[in-house]
């Protein structure tokens, strides 16, 4: 179970990674061939709301992209010491709390990294709709 978990934490930091970087691309690529587009509209329930500027609403999520990645890939990097270092912590929680007693740290630290995971495919999936949208024409951005 423990070598699993590892390559289960290390392949979801290279998922995650790997959908920063297309992210990153996709939206190099974008802001590259929308020239003519400077501001983008924001709209809430039908109503312009504010005009946001094409680099900060493409590059934002990007950014959040790889801060996810670089918090999943520092405990992949250094498995050994951030699993122990979690085993203490558990076994001093676990003596406090009764409820804890059956928690297996390894997959607590699997479910942290699947939830890490989704929200970064949900990150890229809106950076890719965006992109899209600016691409394709279609400026109105909803939020």
Known sequence: MENLSRTLVVVMTVIAGVAAAVSFFISLHTLAHTPSIQDVPIYVRGQLHRMEDKNVHLLTLVVFQFVCFIAMAAPALSWEKYKSSLEQKAASFRTQFAWARGANVSTVILGAFGVFL???????????????????????VRS
Request: hydrophobic residues 55%; contains cysteine.
């Open 118 to 140: 989704l929200f970064e495919l949900a990150l890229f999936m809106t950076n890719l709709n965006r992109c899209l949208s600016l691409v394709s024409g279609v400026v109105s």
